[in-house]
Structures are given as structure tokens and as C-alpha cells.
């Protein structure tokens, strides 16, 4: 992908960013009001990581984890808890390393929705290593299989979207250059 700056379109890619990030607001906020939880304390769909995960495919790393960052700040602010922050960054950031890592390395060999799959799966067991420290209890493990098997659902949903969104983005983003 050509540099974010080139040939002016650097303002444009800017922009696009941040409607991904109003994008993330909005739908971490209607998350918060979809009673889900089913006994799993913070269960959520995590469709604000479709935004994320093609901010990884479209811009440069720094771009998307800066968004990542907005993201768990926003929402902690918005509606959430100063708690909720340290569980939304411990989640989002060991599954965005773990993605970066997949598509830096394995690229043309894994789909966005193997991507999403092990993004969603690293978020839960990022929440939860936060949950243990916090609680100072290994108790919360326990949670561990249900999360898991709740996020290979909905990762497999953010990833078939990514997947289909992906190529109609990147070419608004040619058209830009």
C-alpha cells in the first residue's frame, strides 16, 4: 500500500481513520445496552473490531494500534469503568499482537478470518490473565472455555465481514492515491 502521506491523501486516510473510530464509539456503546452477559461477567460481541481488524489490513500498524488505543479509551470513558480500561487493553492489546504477528508473517497464507479467530481468542485470554492479577484469584480460568468458545463464534462473524468489507475499502483507498 502506497505511503499514508502520498500525493495528498494523507488528510483523506486521516479522516477515513477517524469514522473508524467513530465507528468503534458507536457500536461499543449499543454493545453495552445488548443484555448478553449470560452469567459470563463483560461478555460481548466485539463488533467494534471489525473497524481494528481492517485498519490492520488497510493502514500502516502504528495507524490501527493508535485506534485500538482510542478504542478502549473511548469506551472506558463513554461507558464503561476505569476498571474496564485495564480489561479492554489487556484484551485488545495481546490480540493485536497476535494478529499483527499472523499477518506480518503469514500474510498471503491466512484469511481475515483466521486473523479475526485468533484475535478473538487472544482478547478473551488477555481479559482474563487482567481479570487473575486484578482479582489476584486463578479462579476466573474458569471462565476461560466459555469465552473462548463464545469468541470463535463471533470472531468467525467479524472475520466473513472483514473479509467481504476488505476489498471495497481498499479500493477507495487506491482511489484516494
Known amino acids: 500500500m502506497p505511503s499514508p502521506n502520498s500525493r495528498g491523501s494523507g488528510t483523506r486516510k486521516i479522516a477515513l481513520l477517524g469514522v473508524f473510530l467513530g ?43 493508535l485506534l485500538v488505543f482510542m478504542k478502549c479509551l473511548t ?46 481468542a487472544f482478547h478473551n485470554i488477555g481479559q482474563i490473565l487482567v481479570a487473575c492479577l486484578l482479582l489476584q484469584s486463578w479462579a476466573v480460568l474458569f471462565y476461560l472455555p466459555f469465552l473462548l468458545l463464545f469468541g470463535l463464534v463471533t470472531g468467525a462473524v467479524i472475520g466473513i465481514l472483514v473479509g467481504r468489507l476488505r476489498p471495497h475499502l481498499q479500493a477507495h483507498l487506491i482511489s484516494l492515491n
Not at 87 to 107: E, K, N, Q
Open 23 to 65: 465507528y468503534t464509539m458507536v457500536i461499543s456503546l449499543l454493545e453495552r445496552m445488548i443484555p448478553l452477559s449470560l452469567s459470563i461477567p463483560g461478555l460481548r460481541l466485539g463488533l467494534a473490531n471489525v473497524a481494528v481488524l481492517l485498519a490492520m489490513y488497510l493502514f500502516p500498524w502504528s495507524w490501527a494500534m
Open 75 to 120: 469506551a472506558a470513558i463513554f461507558g464503561g469503568s476505569p476498571v474496564a480500561l485495564f480489561y479492554s487493553l489487556g484484551g485488545s492489546l495481546l490480540s493485536f499482537a497476535v494478529m499483527l504477528l499472523l499477518l506480518r508473517l503469514l500474510r498471503e497464507h491466512i484469511s481475515p478470518l483466521g486473523v479475526s479467530i485468533a484475535g478473538a
